[in-house]
DNA sequence: TCTGGGGTCCTAGGACCC
DNA sequence: TCTGGGGTCCTAGGACCC
């Protein structure tokens, strides 16, 4: 059958897992993590304990992928817990994404572990799409060490689906004809987009699988969804047009978060919280060469309770004391008062920073403005750790705070296949 | 019992203007 | 004095993804 368009979804199995038992095979580990029951995931002493990824071993005493690692180990006294390491997820990803690259020109990279591929007239080169697929997973399993799902169809979104039918290491078509066979039987939350929220507001109506909702009528579910429920209706027939788009979207937003190790009951402590994080945002907005318009603060209470407060500022900014300063006023204005187990801040409404046109009005930017470069050239040169604030100093927290990996995290040899 | 971090997009209400 | 809509911007919160 001839397709316009021929679209892979490649998946990595148990990603996060099986790029860490890879690592620790090439660096004298003898047992493998994909063949004991074990998970990555994070500290519950400092309250991030969670399961970021498992084997197919621990899949088997029911762990899941978000639970908390105390329900993990009751369900499985013996299970091996590794911290996550994302700096060779990192490495890993890119390098996957390098193999990808050899078998067709339009790639996008949908997270760390998921990409699509365009193989439309592509055939000429490696064969028809199945045989290509084929010679794509192994390629990845034997140059790199690790498994991957490849779904085929004719769009993203049934690409997407076909990814997650039987894992792992395997290659599944869903083409348009196949849907109703392959993908009407399966549950409803199982479609793409389809989550807790929405899978019980659908149940409670009588609909259970996928086929379900195509089957019902559209008003039905745009009366009681709005168009989420549009959007997914379309996925439920498969209609999906977007394109596979190597250069990415732009970044919308900036942010960084982090639940404390402790509750945070006065706002002194918070605003440390406060600095480190801006010290981090500014940073990346900086790097990216933008500036943001709008911030936003959100708390988590210790019931799990969120809320945010955001502003649009007067002139766009990347200058780490301008963003501290703005948190601080926002936090102060929505603190009631309870204790904190999160604290976030975000950065969006982003414009390129080339047209810096303040200096003139206002000259103690442009100073900030001169100090915050230093500061950058420093930290690239000799590490996040190499100069902090005096109020951070002696606080015991991070100077930069968020998803830069830490030096000590950075100690290891890279991973020689890999690179 | 304990519950991460980084994103995108949508909705709804209020303010303000014409 | 009392009454419209429509459009845009801003803010808060929620839903979903990996």
Known sequence: MAYDRIIFHIDVNSAYLAWEAV??????????LRN???????????????????????????????????????????????????????????????????????????????????YTNMECHFGDPVTAAHRIKDHIKDELGFTVNIGISTNKLLAKMAGDFEKPDKVHTLFPHEIKEKMWPLPVEELFMCGSKTTPKLRKRGIYTIGDLANTDVSLIRYWLKSHGVMLWNYAHGREYSNVSSDGMPMKGIGNSCTTPTDLKDIESMKLYILSLSEMVAMRLRDAQKCANVLCVSLRDTSFNNYSHQKKMEVATDSTMVIYNTACQLLEKMWKGEAIRHIGLRASELQSNNSYQTSIFYPKLERERTLDKAVDKIREKYGSMAIMRTSILGSGLPPVMGGVPSDEENQFPMMSSIL
Do not use: W
């Open 23 to 32: 690592y620790r095979l090439q660096h004298g580990e003898t047992i493998d």
């Open 36 to 118: 004991v029951p074990s998970v990555v995931g994070g500290n519950p002493e400092t309250r991030h304990g969670i399961v970021l990824a498992k084997s197919i071993p621990a899949k088997k005493y029911k762990i899941l992928t978000g639970e908390t690692i105390i329900q993990a180990v009751m369900k499985c006294p013996d299970l091996v817990i590794v911290p996550p390491r994302y700096d060779r997820y990192i490495q890993a990803s890119a390098a996957m994404v390098k193999i990808l690259e050899q078998y067709s020109p339009k790639i996008q990279r949908y997270s760390i572990d998921e990409v699509f591929l365009d």
